[in-house]
């Protein structure tokens, strides 16, 4: 007998997914689910546990459907994110900054990846993702060395990939250069100063705005807008820079904006993105003013020598006043850029660095999701996707930092590059190049992007380069779930590389969910004191309850928001189904292997196998479109609805009464009850596991674990004969059943009458002969009814080709029921005709995800159902006295 209370830690810990995992079908078709390696720095977050659940959601429901499934798990390096975390670490625990060597860092990091990558797993197996560990890969395993190394050299032989001197974004603390990707634009309070820089013939001066004055050592111009007539005479005019002796020209560009400050701008081509292009066009000197730490370097007055960025602005702001040159000082709200991972501001710097050229690898990319080769679903993020392909820059690929794939490029005695894939390869070239048996040769110290092997991954994962037989069975059948957050990121360079390096796109299909969100909509943080742990809800709730919400929740193209309550709802209808199960077996349902279909007798238990059916049939067009919310909800209503709201109370009465009439018998073919009863115990063990193994995919645990309480250890597709022909009289005569019973309870809820007082009624319809007397005992429990003589004052409500005629208590105000509900009738056409009004506003239609209308439409259908009702009722009123 099963615990009377649902409690998941009993069962759920003692289950493990890994063998059916492992389990390969090599003549069914192959299908492949790629996970997004997690970053090796900790424990899961309630983001990890959505994209998971839904990968392992599809994961499990093509097992169930005949294919060779391979659910690819690994771990990413994270090369930033996971040096600074153990850095931080080593020097909370008292080492000295800057004395550990890159060999003892690494060992450090190694042993961190060791212990977190253990946690990351067990927690993945916490909440049932059932991926193939046994394949476990890892971006800097010596795999994926391999791979790295050798598509970094196809690129640079094949002139995609170079080294030079350029303008990137730099991050002071790290120490490192950083791609486009990585900046993020925070709105700051910051200030505006208003500079003098005085004409060199001292005739007077021009007043440039800036807000960043500790830059000014670098200026090499100042900017006019040719058509702003104020500038114009002094163009060619020199001005002396302030706190310097080093005169610069105003020149003429339309980069200066007449609208803003003064309309003239300080020119510092080597620490500005847009006045480095400035001087290009101008042909304009670099003068470098800052170090790799974000101090000022040796180009500045001996002053601000050494000082950190920040100070050194204080204190040219504390001078430039001094001295008279600042006229004044504004409050402005401005865009700064910061690091994504470092969270402190970026400064545009010119190093030397590896760039990918990205425009020739976006071409064939836009081709195969334009050519309808790769699918985004929802089909929106494609515009996103194009955004950004048809105007991407070149991707600086190095990083100055020592966790990583370090570059495979090493250099000779006078600087002369050697990119190969290993020591012995490059050797090989330098002793061609130097005509020398034995060269010298040093590596570069740089690593690579994170991303660079991230976007590797769909074949490094499966044996690259090396030539495996999972390369060529799952390459390109293979779907990806992923956040819109990386679809630069990850979803647009895997399909680069997998492109340009297989000549075949790496998937067919890639599904974007939204990001997790508190109740409210605000991204979570620990300042904001909103993060959920999914692990902390699994432990509470059971992880089929965080997995059915999560997977519930999911609409395509938006955000999820998830609260505590919304997890408690998940657990409560797994506790519906709990209980079910209980009732089942209570009642002696078990499971039997010889049960047909086509052998049951009683219209209730037809009419659930017609429901189960349409139940599954609901299912697999909605995963066949990933509408993970579509899932939950047909389950939901199957259960909820359907199964115990209905068909349970249908046959309470024949598995707890111990004799039939004589016209229940007539209407079972005459089956003696017994056998009836074994009839309705057999649909209803068969109907139980049926939606087990539907529910499978999205609750793993409790569906194994109930499936084998009612007798089945083996959890396997439904296979249901389309049953709507042959049990369509059955099927309708319940359908009228419910309907008769909706409508009396409408009744009685309208007119205010006490649900729980029985009223006499009498039932007539042509088409079903007299159905209260062959489904009294269900129409008296289910209606709060009974047959009996009807007075006069009585309503006749006609409802699907039956009359109803029900008595009313001597209570009833006829006419102040009738004006109430001529009340609640307006009231609801006004809900009404405004919901219309929306959904003919063609400002709402085109701003309104398809989701949002749908819903719209439902209520409008609703208000139509409740005005209907009350029409009709309010007609059988004008009858009674």
């Known amino acids: 007998m ?36 997690p970053n090796v720095t900790g424990s899961l977050h309630i983001g990890h546990a959505l994209c998971f659940t839904l990968q392992d959601i599809v994961a499990r429901y093509k097992r169930l459907r005949g294919y060779d499934v391979l659910f690819q798990p690994g771990l990413d390096h994270a090369g930033i994110v996971t040096q600074l975390l153990v850095e931080k670490h080593l020097y909370d625990s008292g080492a000295e900054k800057g004395t550990l060597t890159r060999e003892q860092l690494l060992k450090e990091i190694w042993l961190f990846k060791e212990d977190s990558s253990n946690v990351i797993i067990n927690q993945m197996k916490t909440l049932g993702i059932s991926c193939d560990f046994s394949r476990l890969r890892f971006t800097m395993d010596e795999g994926g060395k391999k791979a790295v190394s050798k598509i970094f ?21 790290i120490k490192s250069a950083i791609s486009d990707l990585e900046v993020v634009e925070k709105e700051v309070d910051g200030h505006l100063w208003y500079l003098k820089y005085i004409f060199a013939d001292s005739s007077g001066h021009i007043v440039v705005a800036t807000t960043r004055p500790e830059t000014i050592f670098g200026d090499v111009a100042v900017a006019v807008n040719p058509e702003d007539e104020r500038y ?17 020209k105003i020149i003429m560009d339309q980069y200066a904006d007449p609208e803003k400050g003064t309309g003239a701008v300080k020119i510092t081509p080597a620490h500005d993105f847009n006045d480095y292009e400035v001087g290009v066009r101008h042909k304009l000197p670099l003068i470098e003013i800052m170090n790799l730490r974000g101090e000022l370097n040796e180009n500045v007055p001996e002053l601000f020598r050494h000082m950190d960025r920040f100070e050194a602005r204080r204190n040219v702001v504390e001078l430039l006043e001094k001295t008279g040159l600042l006229e004044k000082t504004e409050d402005v709200k401005q865009k700064v850029p ?45 515009n996103l996707y194009f955004e950004w392909l048809n105007n991407v820059r070149p991707w600086c690929i190095s990083r100055q930092i020592w966790w990583g794939h370090r570059i495979p490029a090493w250099y000779g005695p006078d600087g002369q590059v050697f990119v190969a894939e290993s020591l012995e390869k490059a050797n090989e070239k330098a002793v061609q190049f130097y005509g020398k048996n034995r060269v010298e040769l040093v590596q570069d110290e740089d690593v ?57 796109i790496p998937f067919p299909d890639v599904y974007i ?38 997977a519930s929740l999911t609409l395509p193209g938006r955000d999820v928001k998830i609260n505590e309550r919304s997890v408690e709802t998940g657990r409560n209808f797994l506790t519906k189904l709990w209980n ?34 349409q139940m599954v049939q609901d299912v697999e067009k909605s995963m066949g479109e990933y509408r993970f919310d579509e899932v939950t909800r047909h389950l939901y209503h199957c259960l909820w609805d359907s199964f115990c709201d209905w068909y349970m109370e249908f046959i309470k009465p024949i598995l707890q009464q111990q004799t039939m009439t004589d016209v229940e018998k ?122 009996g003589k009807i007075c006069s004052r009585t309503i006749a409500v006609v409802i699907n080709g039956a009359v109803i005629h029900m008595e009313l208590e001597d209570g009833v105000d006829i006419l102040s029921e009738k004006d109430r509900l001529r009340t609640e009738v307006a009231r609801h056409r006004k809900e009404r005709d405004g919901g219309i009004a929306r959904l003919t506003d063609s400002g709402f239609i085109d701003n309104a995800g398809d989701d949002v209308i749908k819903e719209h439409r439902r209520r409008v259908e609703d208000m139509e159902e409740k005005i209907r009702k009350i029409e009709n009722l309010l007609q059988s009123l004008e009858d009674v006295v």
């Not at 114009?232 to 610069?248: F, M, N, Q």
């Not at 209803?684 to 674990?705: D, R």
């Open 2 to 37: 099963l615990e009377k209370n649902f409690n998941p830690e009993s069962f759920e810990k003692n289950f493990s997914f890994e063998i059916e995992a492992s389990l390969k079908k090599p003549t069914a078709e192959p299908f492949m689910v790629l996970l997004p390696p």
């Open 153 to 173: 050299v196809k690129l640079f032989e094949d002139g995609l990939l170079h080294r030079g001197k350029k303008m990137v974004n730099w991050d002071p603390l």
């Open 232 to 248: 114009r005479h002094l163009i060619g005019k020199d001005v002396v820079v302030p706190l310097t002796d080093r005169r610069v």
């Open 666 to 787: 007539q209407e079972c073919n005459l089956l003696p009850h017994t056998l009836l009863k074994k009839d309705i115990r057999d649909t209803t063990s068969w109907a139980i596991v049926q939606f087990l193994h539907v529910l499978y995919p999205v609750a793993p645990f409790i569906s194994k674990k109930l499936s084998g309480e009612m007798g089945v250890l083996e959890i396997s597709w439904p296979n249901i004969p389309n049953v709507a022909v042959d049990f369509s009289d059955a099927i309708a005569e319940v359908e009228f059943l419910k309907t008769v019973i909706s409508s009396i309870r409408s009744i009685k809820q309208y007119l205010h009458l006490n649900p729980g007082e029985k009223v006499n009624v009498r039932i007539e319809s042509a088409c079903y002969g007299d159905i209260s007397i062959r489904h009294e005992n269900i129409l008296e429990k289910m209606a709060g009814i009974r047959f």
């Open 580 to 613: 079910v199960i209980r009732f089942a077996k209570m009642n002696g349902c078990t499971y039997n292997k010889e049960f047909e279909i086509s052998d049951v007798a009683h219209p209730a238990a037809k009419w659930i196998i017609f429901k189960i059916k």
């Open 338 to 382: 910061y690091g994504d991972r470092s969270d402190v501001p970026l400064e545009p710097m010119i190093t030397r660095q590896w760039f990918v050229n990205m425009e020739k690898l976006a071409v064939p990319a836009i081709s195969a999701v334009e050519e309808r080769k790769i699918r985004f679903i929802p089909k929106r993020w494609e």
């Open 513 to 550: 969910h939204g990001l997790v969100r508190d109740e409210k909509g605000r991204k979570m943080s620990k300042s904001k004191g909103n993060v959920i742990n999914p692990l902390d809800l699994c432990q509470k709730y059971g992880a089929d309850a965080v997995r059915w919400t999560l």
């Open 448 to 504: 690579l992007d994170t991303w660079f092997s991230s976007a590797l991954w769909p074949f490094v994962t499966l044996g690259w380069p090396e030539e495996t037989p999972e390369m060529r069975r799952f390459y390109s059948k293979m779907i990806v779930v992923t956040g819109f957050d990386i679809i630069f990121f990850w979803i647009a360079r895997m399909i680069m590389m997998g492109v340009y390096s297989q000549k075949e």
